[in-house]
């Protein structure tokens, strides 16, 4: 089991920056890769930015340009720096760890955190 906690996010400007930080606690050591994923109202969730175990990131090519997303492996946590911010950014935020134990994989979630962009 991997438990999840997200901090950041709030209220910004367009064409600002906010930093989410998301720390995991548990069997961190089965952790394969972990992420952002985001969902505004009425729309689906969709992933905007992982990054593996090894470092390898992948982002959506909405956020290409303008979000980083970094990773502390010692501590079992994930970061993702918003700059640029669109209104579009608009959701609530979800870290995302995906762990392999014991042949199985499972994605576990947190909480969520909102992100408010205003115009």
């Known amino acids: 089991q991997v438990q999840l906690v997200e901090s950041g996010g709030g209220l910004v400007q367009a064409g600002g920056s906010l930093g989410l930080s998301c720390a995991a606690s548990?069997?961190?050591?089965?952790?394969?890769?972990m992420g952002w994923y985001r969902q505004a109202p009425g729309k689906q969730r969709e992933l905007v930015a992982t990054?593996?175990?090894?470092?390898?990131?992948s982002y959506a090519d909405s956020v290409k340009g303008r979000f980083t997303i970094s990773r502390d492996n010692g501590k079992a946590s994930v970061f993702l720096q918003m700059n640029s911010l669109k209104p579009e950014d608009t959701a609530v935020y979800y870290c995302?760890?995906?762990?392999?134990?014991?042949?199985?994989?499972?994605?576990?979630w947190g909480q969520g955190t909102q992100v408010t962009v205003s115009s």
């Open positions: 995302n760890a995906d762990t392999l134990d014991w042949g199985s994989k499972f994605v576990y």
């Open positions: 548990g069997s961190t050591f089965s952790i394969i890769r």
């Open positions: 990054i593996s175990s090894g470092g390898t990131t």
